[in-house]
């Protein structure tokens, strides 16, 4: 393998020891990491949660009109929602005009958030480039666009939502994952917390010592390893301890138990540092295996329940920070109208977004519904988008996130009329 040669300085040996890092933390040690630009403490910030549905969720397998005779036609029993039998769908009230609108039959978490009016339910929407690649997909809405031409755009959305906001501090940006998702690709504000439980100030001596030499230093180099030190020291200082020193099992809020779930544990270090008070303002979190080519019927079950429950535990966890949190849920793609031959569903358009929070203006659907008639469909295929995404997302930052600047975040994007979510 070629390679370019490189004059090695004592910056660029501590910029290549921190850099392979110190970027994220988990696993029991200082890892890949980016931190917050100023040490103040943060409290009554707005936060905004974005969960990413990744694989293709079936928004038609979460909510649709049961008794769409299109809908009917198009899928069997057991891969749609039914009105009646053993495992009716929830009906729900203030869906789209003319149709039984219900929920998967596992979604009730799900049916209590829209019930009490927390819950927004936007049907039609996505990216409306058309792609049904995943890559393609996801990436452009991560960075917040919906051209292939823009996909050299060097960060994203919520990279340049964190730099329109005024204030950060030690830890605006969150993704509770062991790497960055291109949503916060080009963040200086951010940092990837897999786990508070295997978080760990010390790391090994390697790390420590390439952490002292750059905080030695003077400039920006040496700015950068404080501002990774006051992290690592003011989180390490409010995690709670066992009696021997270790870190002690997070304890969510009174009366809360969330579902023994990966998600339930991404959703924990969010609610974890939230409360911790030091500047969180966006957290990216990622839940997958959402591509049901084969087996839609018991896994898309599965799916929804381990997305519902955790998220109506979290969502419980967050009770004193509700009235400035907003909860985002989205998936690159919908999936197809008419099942396979495989027992599942392909690659699709349109899809269905959630939008919780106190302040949201929920137990209702709103955007246009297309309709599933032929000639209603893209390409005679899969259900229409009527909303694209940045318009939902828009709306959201306008209304929830105080000082967010939508046109630096989503360039060159003209939000149509007002969906009223908030």
Request: charged share 20%; glycine share 12%; aromatic share 6%.
């Amino acid at each position: 393998m070629h390679t370019t040669p490189t004059t090695l300085t004592r910056r660029s040996l501590l910029r290549r020891a921190l850099g392979a890092s110190c970027l994220t933390l988990g696993g029991g040690g200082i890892q890949r990491l980016a931190f917050a630009e100023d040490s103040a403490a943060a409290s009554g910030r707005d936060l905004l949660v974005t969960i990413f549905l990744r694989g293709g969720c079936d928004g038609l397998g979460v909510l649709a009109p049961v008794d769409d005779p299109h809908y009917r036609a198009a899928r069997q029993a057991h891969l749609r929602i039914v009105e009646n039998g053993e495992r009716p769908g929830l009906s729900i009230k203030n869906g789209y005009a003319g149709h039984d609108w219900r929920l998967h039959p596992d979604a009730a978490p799900l049916r209590e958030l829209y019930t009490h009016g927390d819950l927004a339910l936007i049907h039609a929407c996505g990216l409306k480039n058309g792609t049904r690649s995943h890559f393609d997909a996801q990436d452009m809405m991560e960075r917040g666009i919906n051209e292939q031409k823009n996909l050299g755009l060097s960060t994203g959305w919520l990279t340049r939502l964190l730099d329109s906001l005024p204030g950060t501090g030690l830890l605006p940006g969150l993704s509770a994952d062991d790497a960055m998702p291109a949503s916060l690709l080009g963040s200086a504000r951010a940092a990837a917390i897999a786990n508070l439980q295997d978080f760990s100030y010390y790391g090994d001596d390697r790390q420590m010592k390439a952490l002292r030499l750059m905080h030695s230093q003077s400039g920006e180099l040496g700015a950068g390893g404080q501002r990774m030190l006051s992290l690592l020291q003011e989180v390490t200082k409010k995690l709670p301890k066992k009696p021997d020193g270790g870190i002690a099992e997070y304890t969510p809020a009174k009366g809360v138990t969330y579902p023994e779930h990966d998600f339930s544990n991404s959703l924990k270090t969010v609610a974890q540092l939230a409360k911790m008070e030091i500047g969180l303002q966006v957290a990216a979190l990622n839940y997958g295996d959402w591509d049901t080519h084969t087996g839609q019927d018991y896994r898309l079950n599965d799916l929804v329940t381990n997305l519902v429950g955790p998220l109506r535990a979290f969502y419980e966890d967050i009770s004193a920070q509700r009235q400035r949190a907003t909860i985002v849920v989205m998936s690159e793609f919908g999936r197809r109208l008419k099942a396979n031959e495989s027992g599942g569903t392909d690659h699709g358009h349109g899809n269905l977004m959630f939008v919780l929070g106190a302040g949201i203006k929920g137990g209702r659907c709103h955007g246009i519904w297309p309709g599933l008639a032929n000639d209603k469909l893209d390409e005679h295929a899969d259900l229409a988008i009527t909303t694209d995404y940045r318009q939902v997302l828009s709306e959201v930052l306008q209304n929830r996130m105080r000082g967010a600047e939508v046109p630096k975040v989503f360039p060159g994007f003209t939000p149509g009329p007002p969906l009223g979510l908030v």
